[in-house]
């Protein structure tokens, strides 16, 4: 399975960035489709993610900022992220959490670096 991602790069504080995924290859078909990021120094963690049938989750520290959505027949995965702060920088990773399992056993797509200058 692969997941590409594309659409990080450089914006000003309050500007906007789109990143998009899409998921290929055998077991490819994920329960739930998301973002993670990992900041210098700081663990991963959560951003927001879909699960196939709509619900979504999102950190308390994006609520009201940020946009998951998905595309279930494209096998895409894409973050909208509004009004953007500079604690927003950080590398972001695509993932898919297959059926039955968590997180831990996700498919892991490469980082698309964030960066959100002040």
């Known amino acids: 399975v692969q997941l590409q991602a594309s659409g990080g790069g450089l914006v000003q504080a309050g500007g906007s960035l789109r990143l998009s995924c899409a998921a290929s290859g055998s077991n490819s078909n994920f329960n739930e489709m998301g973002w993670y990021r990992q900041a210098p120094g700081n663990q991963r963690e959560l951003v927001a993610s879909r699960i196939v049938g709509g619900g979504t989750y999102y950190a308390d520290s994006v609520k009201g900022r940020f946009a998951v959505s998905r595309d279930n027949a494209e096998n895409t995965v894409t973050l909208q992220m509004n009004s953007l702060k500079p604690e927003d920088t950080a590398v972001y990773y695509c993932?898919?959490?297959?059926?039955?399992?968590?997180?831990?056993?996700?498919?892991w797509g490469q980082g698309t670096l964030v960066t959100v200058s002040s």
């Open positions: 993932v898919g959490r297959p059926y039955g399992s968590d997180w831990s056993r996700g498919s």
